[in-house]
């Protein structure tokens, strides 16, 4: 499943959906614990912590991860 969107932008909070990515070969999997919104290149991003406390080597456009479970926030 992916993160919905509206023209604005995300269509909700992603804060603590539980992601995936494919990166380098490797699966990476994650809680996601912030975003931002970058106009220049005209997408948001994510930060992402694995679940053993480090940060994900990438900070990865919301578009391109699968989302696990969404946690309410």
Known sequence: MKFSYTKFGLKH????????LEH???????DVV???RD??????F???RHFNGE??????CAITVEVLERRPS
């Open 13 to 20: 909070d992603p804060r603590g959906a539980q992601v995936t």
């Open 24 to 30: 380098q070969g490797r699966t990476l999997i994650g």
């Open 34 to 36: 912030g975003c931002y």
């Open 39 to 44: 106009d220049f290149r005209g997408a948001t």
């Open 46 to 48: 994510l930060k992402v």
């Open 55 to 60: 940060m994900w080597p990438i900070e990865p």
